[in-house]
């Protein structure tokens, strides 16, 4: 063999090495983690604490209130951040493109998906809570998530919309359809898999979301459900703040299996919007 | 509007289009008969499809461009301030180069599209018209057994059909054609062509192309552009025999283009 092949197959098989190592070395420590986590959550999980009520007593304390307040909040926030954020990019991509107000947003945009939660927070506080007086309460903090993954999903919106070939608008068009016709019946239909996918981040994002709760002001300990968009609430990883605090290790056992069930409840969410984006990629594919 | 009935012929006086600061027709006067077929031919870039996206107005739709001058459809100027573009192309169709059905409908829904979209579908007819459009595009007896499969199923020269029958459902009195063919292989090509003189007892049919053949087979009349001007429009037989322009006889002749 040619001395300069040998070298260079050499080192073709060493970078492969490298880039294995990066995808394992991650992954390992994640697995690691789980393992762990699941490893000290085991003495908690079991219904029982599923369907108990925050307690002293680190054994009897479960986690209802905390997984309710969250699927609550999702909800509310995805019902909030989704018909906005898809009503904003369906403006920006379809009617103000090249507009300057468009442009201004866009920029905007793209910045306040990098502001710092917590921020979102604080304004949450004072817009929400004070001046529109919703109070400690599910439809405050579901808003202030709602504004945090606002920019997710419009920008996820805006990606699908973009990849509905102007072929398909034309047809419309030429066939007499108004442009509000396009929109509906023919572009949103086929950017439907693309939105779902923006709303599969903004649920990973929100249901996580700990620092702008806090600062508006979700309970720690409560022994009942909310009654409504207006009551007071917690939320899972208000919940796991506040065992993993605690200064009693036996608290530490149920901060574990809080996170067990805060990612169950996260996988089963994404799981069932990725189920129905497949369902409907099926039907755009046309193998129903 | 003048008291004539409704047949479908378009005058062109000198119309104008610009794409930005770009000129892309000049002075642009022809007459369009109604029930034949009117074939635009020219080389890339003499305005032939910008002319024809004139003729629905959907070329005022990209970004900075405009028009200038009249056209008038059955008397009526299409782009006088009262006329409502979408209800135009509800009377003036349109075929694109590529087949591009919708690919979320089964082959029925994008039969019904253009009516469902604009919300004028009778459902109680919905079946009758499937089946008029679909044969009316030479289509149905290849479909009939599966209108419920996706039409981005079909071969591409069933969906240009399919793209065909989409448009005449809506009941145009004009079908304008935008180099339909030049995605599809000499078959498909030769079923559209077929097609194209059927449709002509009831539809006045525009089509542009750039394959001279295909005009000279298809077409009644004819018209030359060259650079975003109309060079010469005759009688199909007559341009390609007895062309009168210098610049005519060179491009039929294949000098250039």
Same mark, same amino acid.
């Given at each position: ?288 | ?7 479908? +012929?378009?005058?062109? !006086?000198?119309?104008? /289009? ?6 892309? &027709? *000049?002075?642009?006067?022809? $007459? ?39 056209? +008038?459809?059955?008397? !009526?100027?299409?782009? /006088? ?6 209800? &135009? *192309?509800?009377?003036?169709? $349109? ?39 679909? +044969? ?122």
């Amino acid at each position: 063999m040619h001395p300069e092949t040998r070298t260079r197959r050499r080192n073709e098989r060493l970078f492969r090495l490298l880039c294995l190592s990066c995808l394992f070395l991650p992954l390992a420590m994640l697995v690691w983690l789980l393992g762990d986590l699941v490893v000290k959550a085991m003495p908690r999980l079991h219904m029982d604490f599923l369907s108990g009520y925050p307690s002293r007593r680190a054994t009897d304390a479960g986690v209802l209130p905390g997984m309710i307040g969250s699927l609550y909040l999702i909800f509310l926030t995805v019902s909030l951040a989704m018909p906005i954020g898809v009503g904003a990019a369906i403006y920006l991509e379809e009617f103000g493109r090249r507009s300057r107000l468009a442009h201004l947003i866009e920029v905007n945009i793209a910045n306040l998906a990098g502001v710092p939660s917590i921020i979102y927070g604080l304004l949450g506080l004072e817009i929400f809570v004070r001046v529109l007086g919703l109070g400690r309460s599910l439809l405050a903090g579901a808003a202030t998530l709602a504004l945090l993954v606002l920019p997710v999903i419009i920008m996820a919106t805006r990606e699908a919309l973009r990849t509905v070939p102007d072929s398909l608008r034309e047809a419309a068009v030429g066939l007499g359809a108004t442009p509000w016709q396009v929109v509906r019946q023919v572009v949103l239909p086929q950017s439907m898999p693309g939105i779902m996918t923006g709303c599969i981040l903004a649920v990973s994002r929100a249901i996580g979301e700990t620092a702008p709760l806090v600062v508006i002001g979700a309970l720690t300990f409560i022994t009942f459900l909310p009654d409504g968009v207006l009551a007071p609430f917690t939320a899972l990883p208000i919940q796991i703040f506040n065992w993993i605090s605690r200064p009693q290790a036996a608290f530490a056992h149920n901060a574990a299996a809080g996170i067990v069930v805060l990612m169950g409840t996260l996988l089963l969410l994404n799981a069932t919007a990725i189920y129905l984006r497949g369902r409907m990629e099926r039907i755009q594919k046309g193998t129903h | 509007m003048n008291a004539q009935v409704a047949t479908g +012929r378009f005058e062109a !006086e000198d119309a104008d /289009a610009w794409f930005g600061p770009k000129q892309v &027709l *000049r002075k642009v006067n022809l $007459m369009i008969p109604e029930r034949r077929i009117t074939a635009v031919i020219g080389p890339s870039g003499c305005g032939k499809s910008t002319f024809i996206r004139c003729l629905n107005r959907m070329h005022e739709l990209v970004p900075g461009a405009r028009t200038a001058g009249r056209i +008038r459809l059955d008397g !009526e100027n299409i782009y /006088a301030p009262d006329v409502d573009p979408v209800l &135009l *192309r509800r009377r003036v169709g $349109m075929v694109f180069q590529k087949p591009n059905p919708f690919p979320t409908m089964s082959i029925r829904d994008n039969v019904l599209s253009g009516l469902r979209l604009t919300g004028a579908l009778d459902r109680s007819r919905a079946e009758a018209i499937v089946e008029q459009a679909l +044969r009316a595009a030479a289509l149905w007896e290849e479909v009939r057994d599966r209108l419920g499969e996706p039409g981005v199923g079909l071969s591409g020269g069933q969906q240009q059909r399919l793209c065909i029958a989409r448009t005449l459902a809506v009941s145009p009195e004009v079908v304008l054609m935008d180099e339909p063919c030049s995605a599809l292989d000499p078959i498909a090509t030769a079923r559209i062509e077929d097609l194209l003189s059927e449709l002509k007892a009831r539809y006045t049919i525009v089509i542009v192309t750039h394959n001279m053949q295909q005009a000279a087979r298809v077409s009644d009349r004819t018209a030359f552009f060259l650079a975003g001007e109309l060079i010469e429009v005759a009688e199909t037989d007559n341009l390609f025999t007895y062309p009168v322009d210098r610049r005519t006889e060179d491009y039929i002749t294949g000098k250039f283009g």
